[in-house]
């Protein structure tokens, strides 16, 4: 049984001081690990990806947070946004479904995939829903990107808007803003945000999302956004059956952002149109286009994360799936693929510089560590990929099924094969040293953190930035319990340098995770409050607009939805 059994357990989340239980904590390991989850208790049951948001924090300083001087303070909170405040309130008129979380006052902000640090704040992201804003200290709401009303709502709802955006949206390094984007029935938007003040959006002429959009990326003069493998089919929200497997490949649009700059709010921009195969969910710019824009795919070949485990579900082995895994989404059915494409603009033509593909030995993709410093994503050296391995617990034959001849059963293992950690050169993606866990270990979520930072240019730089010079930190998940190893980003073959753990203390699912480099209270800025977006209450049951109202009253006054929240 080697996939952790506890990884979907529903207990709820747990504080711990965490130890060093293996090797020695180098000095110049600083800063702070932030991580996104769903928190296990309100998932529902039908998919992992839609519990409410909470935030976890490791401290890389021992003994701070609270932790004793020789342990590490590993933290968590929930994100006390309207939508989980009104969850906690009214949990008997919220329905969980294979989209997310509904309910009378509209579609749940869950907040729960990935952090995105700017600076010394934090926003945590959803795809479903604009990012929020927390403080890092204490891990709370403090408010959503933008007025609902400067965003384009999918369908009207009462009280929490029906966004489509996107989990993975970018700070300009030059520009010092947030882009993401707002797709209205499949008609793409760019949106920039400065960091407070309204947004500007702009429709983008010709660009269609056919299915959804999980990532966007930039280099310093344009925006790129590919349509991505999450197939939303209008009956799954009833509860239908899904139909069709997501699409094999997708349309890319650049956008120049000296367009948008001098476009006004409002009027379209226009793109370049691209095509990019297999299938994406993750893409990364190169920073640098001056010698052409060049971009970075995690290909999700045959990966189905919409479809998740059931009850009475069967396995890829032809075994009954355990119950532990309900709720589950498919691992990858194909050996895993990354690219470097390089696009021109001008002639339209897209080259394929570099790609990794190695059947036998790299299988299900799921996230890396880069330097995201300015130095970092300009001219990157080194990134770090993490493999799930050939899962056949996680992957059932109604995935199979749907995805029927597209899948080379001939390219499956014959055996289960264990996760592994990849470290890649740049821009030729070629393997330079890898690191095999047993079989029994689910590593998630790795994160790179510079040797020194504060030494390079930009605060998030150490003094040699790419991604070789530092370390990536992994959480990892098992039944024998939580533990946070250390590899050097040079060297991760090498194994890990430091293991943290506790006793007794588990981590269900894990999503994306971020690194800050110093954890301080949120700047006390003008933000959106929800008390100014309840126009919608007078089509709800008085009972229900009254807890909107006292929602919005305990926002304002600052009450604490939960007693703890992480210091
Ligand atoms: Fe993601």
């Known amino acids: 049984m080697p996939l952790p059994r506890t990884l979907l357990d529903r207990a709820e989340p747990t504080d711990a001081d965490l130890s060093v239980v293996q090797g020695a904590w180098p000095a110049d390991l600083t800063g702070e690990i932030v991580i996104s989850a769903p928190h296990p208790e309100t998932f529902g049951g039908l998919h992992a990806f839609f519990g409410d948001g909470i935030t976890y924090r490791l401290s890389l300083q021992p003994g701070s947070h609270g932790a004793d001087a020789e342990r590490f303070a590993w933290r968590w909170g929930w994100i006390d946004s309207p939508s989980a405040r009104l969850r906690k309130k009214r949990p008997d008129v919220f329905e969980s479904t294979m989209l997310g979380v509904n309910s009378p006052f509209g579609l749940s902000n869950s907040a729960n995939t990935a952090p995105l640090p700017w600076g010394d704040r934090l926003f945590m992201t959803w795809d479903v829903g604009r990012p929020v804003e927390i403080d890092p200290v204490t891990l709370g709401f403090l408010g959503e990107v933008g007025h609902r009303s400067e965003w384009k709502e999918f369908l009207p709802h009462p009280v929490l808007p029906f966004i489509t955006s996107t989990a993975h949206p970018v700070i300009d390094p030059d520009r010092d803003c947030l882009w993401t984007v707002n797709t209205h029935w499949g008609q793409l938007h760019v949106v920039r945000w400065d960091g407070d003040g309204r947004l500007q959006s702009w429709p983008i002429e010709g660009a269609t999302i056919p299915q959804s959009l999980h990532t966007i990326t930039v280099t310093r003069d344009w925006i790129v956004v590919a349509d991505c493998a999450f197939k939303v089919e209008p009956q799954m929200l009833n509860g239908g059956e899904r139909t069709e497997p997501n699409n094999p490949s997708e349309p890319l649009y650049l956008i120049r952002k000296a367009d948008l700059d001098r476009t006004p709010v409002g009027d379209a921009v226009s793109c370049k149109t691209f095509t990019v195969a297999p299938e994406v969910m993750h893409y ?177 730089a150490g003094s040699k930035p790419g991604g070789h010079d530092g370390y990536v930190v992994v959480p990892v998940m098992s039944d024998a319990g939580f533990r946070v190893e250390v590899f050097d980003a040079d060297d991760v073959g090498r194994g890990p340098r430091v293991t943290l753990a506790a006793p007794n203390h588990r981590v269900a699912f894990i999503l994306h995770s971020a690194w800050m480099p110093r954890a301080v209270s949120a700047p006390d800025l003008e933000r959106t409050r929800f008390a100014t977006e309840l126009d919608g209450l007078e089509a709800l049951p008085d009972d229900l607009a009254a807890a909107a109202r006292e929602v919005a009253r305990e926002l304002d006054d600052g009450v604490a939805m939960h007693a703890g929240v992480a210091q």
């Open 284 to 460: 990364y710019g190169v920073y640098d286009d001056s010698d052409g824009v060049r971009v970075v795919f995690e290909h999700t070949e045959n990966s189905e994360l919409g479809l998740a485990q059931r009850a009475g579900d069967v396995d890829a082995l032809g075994r009954p799936c355990d119950p532990a895994f309900v709720g589950l989404y498919g691992f990858p059915m194909s050996p895993s693929r990354m690219s470097m494409i390089e696009f021109d603009p001008e002639t339209g033509r897209q080259t394929e510089q570099a790609s990794l593909y190695e059947p036998g030995r790299y299988f299900a993709q799921q996230l890396s560590a880069l330097d995201w410093s300015t130095e970092g994503v300009t001219a990157p050296t080194v990134r770090h990929m993490l493999y799930h391995g050939w899962r056949p617990e996680a992957v059932t034959q109604r995935h199979l099924a749907l995805y029927g001849d597209r899948v080379d059963r001939t390219l499956l293992p014959t055996e289960e094969t264990p996760a592994v950690l990849a470290s890649l050169s740049m821009p030729d993606l070629r393997p330079l040293s890898d690191y095999t866990w047993p079989l029994d270990d689910l590593p998630s979520s790795p994160i790179f953190v510079p040797r020194d930072p504060g030494a390079g240019a930009s605060r998030y």
